[in-house]
């Protein structure tokens, strides 16, 4: 095998692993995206399910009552 040749062998080594680790990382990267806007959106559809259901909960009190003993007369 002349030198050329072996070369171009590694050369074809070198690009193929270059071709995996891009695609490697564009995957991950895709998957990064989907899943922070997945997020987004349930972070978004809590917190309209929290304004919606504001006005559903009960109003405590702030006044303190005071309750006085029956007196029997």
């Known amino acids: 095998m002349s030198y050329g040749e072996e070369q171009k062998r ?3 080594i070198q690009n193929k692993i270059i071709l995996i680790a891009l695609f490697l990382i564009l995957t991950n ?10 997020w987004i959106l349930k972070y978004i559809e ?10 559903m909960q009960p109003k405590i009190p702030t006044q303190k009552v005071f309750i006085q003993p029956y007196d029997k007369q």
């Open 10 to 12: 590694k050369n074809a």
């Open 29 to 38: 990267f895709t998957t990064f995206i989907i899943t922070s806007n997945a």
């Open 46 to 55: 809590a917190e309209h399910r929290a304004e919606v259901c504001l006005p």
